[in-house]
């Protein structure tokens, strides 16, 4: 007896006894039980996945990068451009590039060319108008109808958004200014409460941001002016005057056509 109890002494207080009642598909090793103590994995605990995002990290990075090439005209329409070529000039390999180039070609930004890379879309004031017009269809009646619903308390959350767009401006930073801007929309628009909505208008602006073949890009006095038309609707829109509201409005889309 006095053996018996000094056995149940030793044993450690986390380890958990098996008796002859215990099922053996639940009974724990003693050597598992050390791993376990350890922190380690055993055969019954598969080890966690590790987490594969660097691929996808890489390819999002370099879509950035194509994306602020072309805003900025560094990727010129008409020219074509090889994946390898673009990876080396970013310092990557050919495959993110690619991959980032397939997501421009769904996006009507550039054209795949077979055994020789992907071509910078030409486009022309033409569509440059269409997608203006589809943009004010979507975005004119939503912003209309936010300026006589929304309280002027949320559209003061809104002023970093804009006052950015006139900091890219001011410096002529076309690729920051082209994200900015979107950025501002996207929050006006997102008020609406309508996702879908929100996904679409984002769509088609970021296409009309697109350069157009044999025109020069945007001027920095543009997009200055472009910047103060949103600082301007956001004053109204606190001041809830819906005529310059409206005014304004228009006027922003009916530029963005020229």
């Given at each position: 007896?006095?053996?018996?109890?000094?056995?149940?002494?030793?044993?450690?207080?986390?380890?958990?006894?098996?008796?002859?009642?215990?099922?053996?598909?639940?009974?724990?090793?003693?050597?598992?039980?050390?791993?376990?103590?350890?922190?380690?994995?055993?055969?019954?605990?598969?080890?966690?996945?590790?987490?594969?995002?660097?691929?996808?990290?890489?390819?999002?990075?370099?879509?950035?990068?194509?994306?602020?090439?072309?805003?900025?005209?560094?990727?010129?329409?008409?020219?074509?451009?090889?994946?390898?070529?673009?990876?080396?000039?970013?310092?990557?390999?050919?495959?993110?590039?690619?991959?980032?180039?397939?997501?421009?070609?769904?996006?009507?930004?550039?054209?795949?060319?077979?055994?020789?890379?992907?071509?910078?879309?030409?486009?022309?004031?033409?569509?440059?108008?269409?997608?203006?017009?589809v943009?004010?269809?979507?975005?004119?009646?939503?912003?209309?109808?936010?300026?006589?619903?929304?309280?002027?308390?949320?559209?003061?959350?809104?002023?970093?958004?804009?006052?950015?767009t006139v900091?890219?401006?001011?410096?002529?930073?076309?690729?920051?200014?082209?994200?900015?801007?979107?950025?501002?929309?996207?929050?006006?628009?997102?008020?609406?409460?309508?996702?879908?909505?929100?996904?679409?208008?984002?769509?088609l602006?970021?296409?009309?941001?697109?350069?157009?073949?044999?025109?020069?890009?945007?001027?920095?006095a543009?997009?200055?002016?472009?910047?103060?038309?949103?600082?301007?609707?956001?004053?109204?829109?606190?001041?809830?005057?819906?005529?310059?509201?409206?005014?304004?409005?228009?006027?922003?889309f009916?530029?963005?056509?020229?």
């Amino acid at each position: 007896m006095e053996q018996g109890r000094a056995r149940e002494q030793a044993r450690p207080p986390y380890a958990p006894v098996a008796s002859a009642t215990t099922p053996a598909s639940v009974r724990v090793p003693e050597q598992a039980r050390g791993e376990q103590a350890r922190g380690e994995h055993t055969h019954s605990e598969p080890p966690a996945p590790r987490p594969a995002v660097q691929r996808h990290s890489v390819r999002g990075q370099i879509l950035d990068a194509l994306r602020a090439a072309l805003v900025d005209g560094q990727l010129v329409p008409g020219q074509v451009y090889s994946a390898p070529a673009l990876g080396a000039r970013f310092g990557v390999s050919a495959t993110p590039v690619r991959e980032a180039m397939q997501q421009l070609a769904i996006e009507g930004a550039v054209e795949v060319v077979p055994n020789r890379g992907f071509r910078v879309s030409q486009r022309g004031p033409r569509e440059l108008a269409e997608l203006a017009e589809v943009r004010a269809l979507i975005e004119v009646p939503v912003m209309l109808r936010l300026a006589r619903t929304v309280p002027p308390a949320r559209w003061c959350a809104l002023r970093p958004l804009a006052e950015a767009t006139v900091a890219a401006a001011a410096v002529g930073d076309r690729a920051s200014y082209a994200e900015s801007d979107r950025a501002f929309h996207g929050a006006v628009l997102a008020l609406c409460g309508n996702e879908q909505l929100v996904m679409v208008a984002d769509d088609l602006h970021r296409r009309s941001q697109w350069p157009l073949g044999n025109t020069p890009a945007s001027r920095r006095a543009d997009l200055l002016a472009d910047a103060a038309e949103h600082t301007a609707l956001l004053d109204a829109l606190i001041a809830q005057d819906l005529n310059v509201v409206q005014a304004l409005v228009r006027e922003h889309f009916t530029g963005a056509e020229s």
